[in-house]
Nanobody, 124 residues
Framework: VQLQASGGGLVQPGGSLRLSCTTS????????ISWFRQAPGQERVFVAG????????YYADFVKGRANMSRDNLKNTVYLQMNSLKPDDTAVYYC??????????????????WGQGTLVTVSS
């Protein structure tokens, strides 16, 4: 099982980015795929997730209204579109696959597979 995160980069405040998580060895519809981020010196925190059953999406409060997560089962890829980016969004973004219960989507220990991370820098 492999997850490959991409799409990070340098963006100005107010700009947008689309992160991609391409998977292999994982049937997307059988796993919850979530994005986490980790800023320097901080813990890794949940950003957004898409559930394996039904494909419903969930977002952390700090990105609600600014992010949209989607899934393309044919391409085995999950996307995170982020808009109105702020300097506080600067972090390494990781995608992860697992089967956490709904109340535990934000628990990093419940995800068995992780991508390598992609750096997002929001700065003028």
């Amino acid at each position: 099982v492999q997850l490959q995160a991409s799409g990070g980069g340098l963006v100005q405040p107010g700009g947008s980015l689309r992160l991609s998580c391409t998977t292999s060895g994982v049937t997307l519809s059988a796993y919850t795929i979530s994005w986490f981020r980790q800023a320097p010196g901080q813990e890794r925190v949940f950003v957004a997730g898409i559930r394996q059953s039904g494909g419903r999406t969930y977002y952390a409060d700090f990105v609600k209204g600014r992010a949209n997560m989607s899934r393309d089962n044919l391409k085995n890829t999950v996307y995170l579109q982020m808009n109105s980016l702020k300097p506080d969004d600067t972090a390494v973004y990781y995608c992860a696959a697992g089967r956490p219960v709904l109340s535990a989507l934000d628990q990093t220990g419940l995800y068995g597979y992780w991508g390598q991370g992609t750096l997002v820098t929001v700065s003028s």
